[in-house]
């Protein structure tokens, strides 16, 4: 088998909390639609008996958190932009076709939508992880206005201007194909929605983020992820990155 051939039909072990998309999310979302054959473990038990491990010269050192992959060489690989990298050099989503640069190009863009993901992450959470929303209320309200304000439009003026100002002019971030930063930007966009409906309708309502819109709408027409969306291995979004909070989506 080619390396290609090979990492459609060996199966591959996708390590995630289970009940929310979370993180992991965006690995299987490049794993769906690549077609890649893989199983979801979702056992707290031995997620933590990974990641408190000390690991071996054949699955490499321990994964820090999940998300992490089991390859079917028995290595295993941590860090979401980490685990997508190794999976776009064979499924062709990092774009690259043997271009490091464009490879890079696809990674930097994952890196930067990940950045917005932690930011909406911490209006709930904006002092601990370790607390409670309502432990840190007053905090989260003050952390989401300027979420709101001044960290949503600055990202989504990014993407609309990658965009806009893609060579290939093919409505995509980077290159004339689907590639995991699109994947990415496609997921962070459900959760914003999910999350923030309200501020989304009026971040999007004058047609400033056309571009970005028409790019998430492109990438739930595509036949693998439209079948994944509608399978029963789509969680929905409830207790993790993204929550929704009445007062939160509603603050000004």
Known sequence: FGTEQRIRTMSYELFYWGGFPGRGEFVRLALEYAGVTYTENNDPKEIISHFSGVGSLETGPPPFAPPFLRIPEGCILAQTANILAFLGGSTGLDGGEGEEIEAAQVNQMVLTVLDLNDNAHDTHHPVSSAD??????????????????????????????????????????????????????????????????????????????????ALHDKIAKEEKIAEYMASGRRKAFSNGVFRYYKELDEVV
């Open 132 to 213: 409670y929303y309502e432990d840190q209320k007053p905090e989260s309200l003050k952390k989401t206005k300027e979420f709101k304000s001044k960290r949503l439009p600055k990202y989504f003026d990014y993407f609309e201007r990658v965009i806009s100002n893609n060579p290939k002019k093919s409505g995509l971030l980077i290159g004339s194909k689907v590639t995991n930063a699109d994947l990415c930007l496609f997921h962070l966009i459900e959760g914003l929605n999910f999350a923030f409906p309200a501020t989304m309708k009026n971040l999007t309502q004058d047609g400033k983020y056309n571009s970005v819109l």
